[in-house]
Every structure is written in C-alpha cells, then in structure tokens.
C-alpha cells in the first residue's frame, strides 16, 4: 500500500523542551494503515514525552504530528477523532459492569450509542461477561474492556502502553493474538513495550528511540538481516582457524563477552568456540578455505540475532524498562 492515505500516523522532525532542555530531538516516522508498530526505548529516552504528544496531552515545540491527514496542533479536534489510547492499565469503574462503564464512557463521544457498544464488545470477545461487575474480572479482560473503550470513536490509530503488563504467559499469548487480530481488521496499532520478544513476535515494523533521537525505524526482519548473523565456529587447531577468520573479509571477530553469551548458545562440545559477525552467504566459501588450510571444522551454527540483541547494539547497551 503506498500513497499519503496509507499513513495513519505521520511523525515529522518532532521536538519537545521542557525547561530549556531537548528532551525529543526531532524524530521522525510514519504508521501505516493496518499495520502493529513497535515503539521502543530505555527508560528517560523520551518514549512517554512522545506518546503524551501523540493524544495531545502535551505540545510541541517543534515538529508536526498528523493523524490521518489532521494536524494534532491545527486541527486537534479533527485530528483526535482518529486515535485512541490505552496507558498500561485502563482507568475503569470497578463498581460497575463493563457494559455501563461503556456507556459512561460512550456519552462523551458525539454519536456513538448502543449499537456501537455492542459492536466494540464483540471486537473484544467479552461475550455474556460486558454484563457483569468489573471487580470481578481478570487483568486480561480489564484490559479488553480498555480497548474497547479506546475503540468507541472508532479510531484509525490504536495507541497501547504497555498492553501486556501484568500479565501471565497465557495472557500476554492472548493479547498478543488479539492485537494481531484488530490489525487484520484495518485498525493501525503503535505498540510501546518493554517486552522485546513479544514486539518480535507482534510487530510488522518498529523504531527505537534513546536520547531523544530515533535511531533505527523498519522491518523488524529487515533490521534484524541488516545487523547480520553471530556464526559459532568449531574448529581446530583454534590459533589457525581464528587466525583466518580473522583476516578474512567481512568478518568481525566478538568482544569476548560477546563470545561468551553466543558459545553458550551453541553450546559446548569440548571444542573451544569462535565467534564471528559475518554474513550467512560467506560461509561456504570460508568452510572451504579452513579445509584447504588442514584446518578441520567440527561444526558451523548460526545464531540470528533477537531484537533485544539488535536493541542493546543500537542503544549502546542500555537498559529498556
């Protein structure tokens, strides 16, 4: 899909300071219509300041924000019409069933009535349960009734923080399959998470912010091939082997740290490993030289890197929370 009516959700050089200091350093990126959007970043880099620009919370200093073509800043009551957000856990009445909780909620929408409420409760798959008192539900289905609370204006953009905090490995399956489903069904979801396996999993594409800036935004396979393979060589005698590896073109020898975490991975066969960052298309060709050289390869494993791998190289080993 291509063309300015495929972005939901463009973001152009934003920037905000607050007492005089930059904390969003003019980032840019778009969302696509139904696409999950992964939005990553450490804590203090700036991933809060930016998603409370996105619902209008805050201004910017700098930078446009559009939400469906609408300008946040202009137009912000066009422009707000289109999103809709749920921050970690959804502010509910716990007194009241989720179906009034719904009507609450749905009063403050122009236009929006039972007909709506009943829609939203199927998207979400409350079923008989929208009817009974809030107190009595799981995390899982408070944050469903969340959801289908954000959904009530029906929003282009889906806006989640957090979506599966708190819950169990069960939960954060159910979620994850639900997100999926609501992005086959046309909405766009700009995803934040400190849970890297999970936005590998969910995500079509991602940006990673630290210090302010965006430092890498794409596929996640894309990024992930572009950071290219950790291959575990096998091989003795080791001195000539790595000796090389070393020399050869493309390939970058790990820190020993590095070494270590990726052997283990490997795993250990009493032959000391040699790790290397090199692409996947070369190994053939250095396989033959080490048997050319009387080098005898024991085994040759490649270990793809995770985003949780791509994100601390990028971050330069900062923690994500």
């Known amino acids: 899909m291509t063309g300015e009516t495929s972005v939901v959700l463009s973001v152009h050089q934003l920037k905000k300071k607050i007492k005089n200091r930059l904390i969003i ?51 912000p009551t066009e422009a707000l019409r289109h999103v809709g957000c749920i921050v970690e856990n959804p502010e509910l009445y716990s007194y009241m069933t989720g179906w009034e909780n719904l009507e609450h909620f749905a009063r403050m929408i122009p236009g929006v009535g039972e007909s709506r409420i009943r829609e939203v409760t199927e ?93 890498a935004v794409g596929e996640v396979d894309e990024l992930l091939r572009q950071a290219g393979s950790t291959v575990v060589w096998n091989a003795e005698p080791y001195e000539r082997a790595r000796e090389l590896l070393a020399g050869a073109e493309g390939v970058q020898l790990l820190s020993p740290d590095e070494r270590q975490s990726a052997a283990e991975q490997a795993g250990r066969d009493g032959v000391r490993p040699i790790v290397v960052q090199m692409e996947q298309e070369t190994i053939p060709a250095l396989n033959e030289a080490m048997v050319a050289s009387g080098i005898r390869v024991h085994g040759i494993r490649i270990a793809n890197p995770t985003l949780e791998e791509l994100f601390l190289r990028v971050t330069e080993g900062e923690k994500i929370e």
């Open 123 to 215: 998207i979400v798959g409350l079923g008989q349960r929208i009817f009974d008192k809030v107190k009595t539900y799981s995390l899982g289905m408070r944050q469903r009734l969340g959801i289908a609370q954000a959904l009530l204006g029906s929003p282009s953009l889906l806006i989640l923080d957090e979506p599966t905090n708190g819950l169990d490995p069960q939960g954060i399956k159910e979620m994850r399959d639900f997100i999926r489903e609501l992005a086959a069904k046309g909405l766009s979801l700009f995803v934040s998470s400190h849970l890297l396996s999970e936005i590998q999993q969910m995500c079509d594409r991602v940006a990673i912010i630290s210090h302010g800036n965006v430092i």
């Open 25 to 75: 350093k003019g980032i840019s990126f778009d969302v696509r219509r139904g696409e999950i959007f992964g939005f990553l970043g450490p804590n203090g880099s700036g991933k809060t300041t930016t998603i409370r620009m996105l619902v209008g919370l805050i201004k910017p200093t700098d930078g446009t924000i559009k939400l469906s073509g609408y300008d946040i800043v202009k137009q």
